[in-house]
């Protein structure tokens, strides 16, 4: 295949014209010389749909800057090319490989999972992808065909491109090429819901939250995963997204046997946080795309309803073992947190893990950060309407009621 700094380099350009489906695909196909974009096997007919959906919303209510255009072909460029190149890497894999009982860790976002998954990726026995990896999956990382500092270097200008490196983001969330990342970016290349994070896309948002979008975007993260190990086959997986509490049922199909932990925090400490990771996201391709104060009720009406689903989907699915984090505990004893999840899932916190982790809470920057300004009010709500939807779960879960502004 082709030299990665030649195939990304149209990542790192300025992009001026229209989103047009076929020409971001040919752009694509000439950067790398591929052109099977996967077919049945990868669910082809909905990616190419997804796509021709967020054009479009990138063309309308996602109101681009001009700085947005090129960060949004930037994204669009990576997730394209790298989606050829995984689809041609898979291919020789040959025989299907297993993904053996991962540790997945989900719950509401900014409850401490990204926190929690960064203290679990320090111990050397699990297994999670780079934020680099993630983006450029292909060649896998232990062939010797790319020094991980090549790729690492190469993802980190491109994220600094796309506004993500940018101080005012990372005091929000601690995007780096090195860190370890979150499924939704192994989910990417399938052109499903994650990106509905990035820009106001309300059509791309409702086909690709469908049902044959969720299964194709887990479909193509088990794919990644399998390319991703195949250099070193039967390690244990580390996975996490807040977005599986959406789509559990997806998660389980595709990880049968998926070791589940699920944070919970007060969402009346949620929701602001939630919103102003939006607007800040949104605003890296748009200045005017999304009011706070609209915003708050509709993450109100979204959130409570997932949570809902959520205990039904509990409810009637006791087999599937469930371990239940407080943020408050997590935050007070993170180690001691992480020795519980491993008593729970049979594991050992060995020694030279709890070291490790030892080691990694003295860099890790969550809780050191200098307070953000952010309010129940910003987005147009109040502590009556976090009880009114969120009473029930908080007080069901036992969820410490954290003092809201």
């Known amino acids: 295949m082709r030299d990665i700094e030649q195939v990304y380099a149209p990542a790192a350009v300025s992009f001026a014209r229209s989103f047009r489906p076929e020409a971001l695909l040919q752009g694509a196909e000439a950067a790398t010389g591929l052109a099977d974009w996967g077919g049945g096997r990868w669910g082809e007919d909905g990616f190419r749909a997804r796509l021709s959906a967020l054009c479009d919303d990138l063309e309308g209510p996602a109101r681009l800057t001009a700085l947005g255009r090129s960060r949004a072909h930037s994204r669009l460029h990576v997730l394209l090319s790298s989606r050829l190149r995984q689809v041609a890497a898979h291919a020789g894999l040959g025989e299907e490989q297993a993904i053996a009982a991962p540790l997945v860790g989900t719950g509401m976002p900014r409850a401490g999972t990204t926190f929690l998954h960064g203290l679990l990726a320090s111990d050397p026995a699990n297994m999670s992808a780079t934020a680099a990896q993630a983006a450029i999956p292909v060649p896998p990382p232990g062939t010797g065909d790319v020094a991980e500092g090549e790729r690492t270097e190469l993802y980190e200008s491109i994220l600094a491109f796309q506004g993500f490196t940018a101080p005012d983001v990372t005091a929000i969330h601690p995007y780096a090429a090195a860190a370890p990342e979150e499924c939704v970016f192994l989910q990417e290349a399938a052109c499903g819901m994650p990106l509905g994070a990035f820009y106001n896309a309300p059509t791309f948002a409702a086909l690709s939250g469908s049902a044959a979008g969720i299964a194709d ?132 916190l060995e020694p030279a893990t709890r070291a490790a982790m030892e080691r990694h809470l003295t860099t890790d920057r969550h809780g050191k950060r200098t307070a953000r300004s952010y309010s129940l009010a910003d987005f147009g709500l109040s502590e009556a309407d976090i009880e009114q939807a969120f009473g029930d779960y908080i007080d069901r879960h036992g969820i410490a009621r954290e003092k809201r502004t």
């Open 217 to 348: 975007s887990y479909a193509w993260q088990k794919g990644m995963m399998q390319t991703l190990q195949s250099a070193q086959p039967g390690r244990r997986w580390l996975l996490k997204a807040p977005s599986h509490i959406i789509n559990m049922a997806a998660l389980v199909d595709t990880f049968p046997d998926a070791r589940i932990f699920l944070n919970h925090r007060d969402p009346g400490k949620v929701i602001p946080s939630v919103g102003s990771l939006y607007m800040k996201l949104y605003g890296l391709a748009s200045d005017d795309s999304v009011d706070p104060r609209q915003l708050g009720p509709k993450l109100i009406a979204n959130w409570s309803g997932i949570l809902r689903r959520l205990e039904e989907w509990r409810a009637t699915n006791h087999h599937v073992a469930v371990v239940d984090v407080q943020y408050g505990e997590l935050i007070a004893d993170p180690i001691g947190t992480a020795e519980r999840l491993y008593d729970a899932f049979g594991l050992t």
